[in-house]
C-alpha cells in the first residue's frame, strides 16, 4: 500500500494551483479530491472540484467511480478537522480505503475543511459536477511560497484585480518586461525590474534591491505578489534570491521548495549561475554544486 500522509492546506492550495497553458484539474490524472463529510456538510460548501466521498450499506467508504487511482498523481482527502494520522476520523478512514488502490501516498488536509476554507475562502464553492470546458476555464491563482506572505505567478494573475484582493497583495515585483494594466496597479504598490528573458541578461544586479524591497513589506505585514511574463523562469529566479536572502538557505534548498511549489518553475542557465553567484555572496561561501543535471 502507498501509505497516508498529512498535507498542510497550503500545499493543496498550490496542487489546485498548477497550470501549463490551461490549469492542471483539467486533467482527470491529476488530482483526485475527495470530501468525507456527511452530504449536508458537503453539500452546503466545499473546496472547488471536491466529490463527496461515497459509502456502502455498512458505512464503508468506497472508490471514487470513473477515477482510476492507480494512475492519479495527486488522490488528497479532507473532513472537516483531521489534525493528526493518530485520529479515528472519516478522512482517515476514507484514505484507508484509497491507499489500496492508490500508487502515490493519499494525503490528508491536515485541518480538515474548516482550516482549508479560514485560509482560502475564495476557493469554496457549492458546485458539485463540472464539465471538462468548465476545468479548462478555471483560473488558477498565483502560488503560495510562503504562507500567506509570498506569490509566485504570471503576468495575467497580476493584472486580475479579484485575485490580487482574495490574496490581500499589498506589493508587487514585476519582471515581467510588460507594463501591468495601470489599475491594477493602482491597488498595490509595484516595483518594476526591466530585465530581457535572454541568457546574457544579469537578473542579479537587481537581487539586492529586490530582496530588501520584498523583505520591507513582508516586515510590514503585506503579502507580495513576484510575477514574469509566465511565471516559469524569472520571477522563479527572484524568489530564489530572496529565499537565499531572506531565510539565509541554500540554493539548492530554495530550488527545491519552489519547484514543490510550482512544479514549471525554471530559471534559464543563465540565471541559474547568477543565483549561484548569489547563494556565495549571501553565504559566505559555495553551498550548491550547480553541474548537478537536476539545475
Not at 483531521?82 to 490528508?108: F, G, W, Y
Not at 510588460?178 to 493602482?186: A, D, Q
Not at 530582496?211 to 530564489?240: P, Q, W
Request: net charge negative.
Amino acid at each position: 500500500m502507498a501509505g497516508m500522509v498529512l498535507c498542510e492546506p497550503t500545499e493543496l492550495y498550490n496542487i489546485l494551483n498548477q497550470y501549463t497553458t490551461l490549469t492542471r484539474l483539467a486533467d482527470p490524472t491529476y488530482l483526485c479530491l475527495l470530501d468525507a463529510r456527511i452530504k449536508e456538510e458537503y453539500e452546503r460548501d466545499h473546496i472547488i472540484t471536491a466529490q463527496r466521498s461515497k459509502k456502502n450499506e455498512n458505512d464503508e467508504f468506497l472508490p471514487p467511480v470513473c477515477i482510476d487511482l492507480e494512475c492519479v498523481q495527486h488522490c488528497v482527502v479532507y473532513d472537516g478537522y483531521t489534525a493528526s494520522l493518530h485520529m479515528d476520523t472519516p478522512a482517515i478512514r476514507c484514505a484507508e480505503i484509497m491507499e489500496q488502490k492508490s500508487q502515490n501516498p493519499v494525503h490528508i488536509l491536515k485541518g480538515g475543511y474548516e482550516s482549508f476554507s479560514a485560509l482560502y475562502p475564495f476557493l469554496r464553492t457549492v458546485k458539485i459536477i463540472y464539465t471538462p470546458q468548465e476545468l479548462e476555464s478555471l483560473l488558477p491563482y498565483p502560488v503560495e511560497i510562503l504562507q500567506h506572505r509570498l506569490y509566485m505567478g504570471d503576468l495575467k494573475q497580476a493584472e486580475n484585480p479579484q485575485m490580487l484582493k482574495d490574496l490581500k497583495i499589498k506589493a508587487q515585483v514585476n519582471v515581467s518586461g510588460t507594463t501591468p494594466n495601470v489599475s491594477v496597479k493602482g491597488s498595490s504598490h509595484v516595483l518594476d525590474i526591466t530585465v530581457s528573458e535572454s541568457t546574457d541578461s544579469d537578473l542579479s544586479l537587481f537581487f539586492q534591491e529586490v530582496c530588501e524591497y520584498i523583505d520591507s513589506h513582508l516586515n510590514s505585514k503585506h503579502a507580495v505578489l513576484v510575477f514574469s511574463r509566465l511565471g516559469i523562469s524569472r520571477s522563479s529566479t527572484v524568489i530564489m534570491a530572496f529565499l537565499v536572502y531572506h531565510l539565509k538557505c541554500s540554493l539548492q534548498d530554495a530550488w527545491t521548495h519552489v519547484l514543490k511549489c510550482r512544479t514549471r518553475a525554471r530559471p534559464h542557465r543563465g540565471f541559474v549561475q547568477q543565483l549561484s553567484t548569489w547563494e556565495e555572496h549571501v553565504l559566505g561561501n559555495k553551498v550548491t554544486d550547480i553541474s548537478d543535471p537536476n539545475f
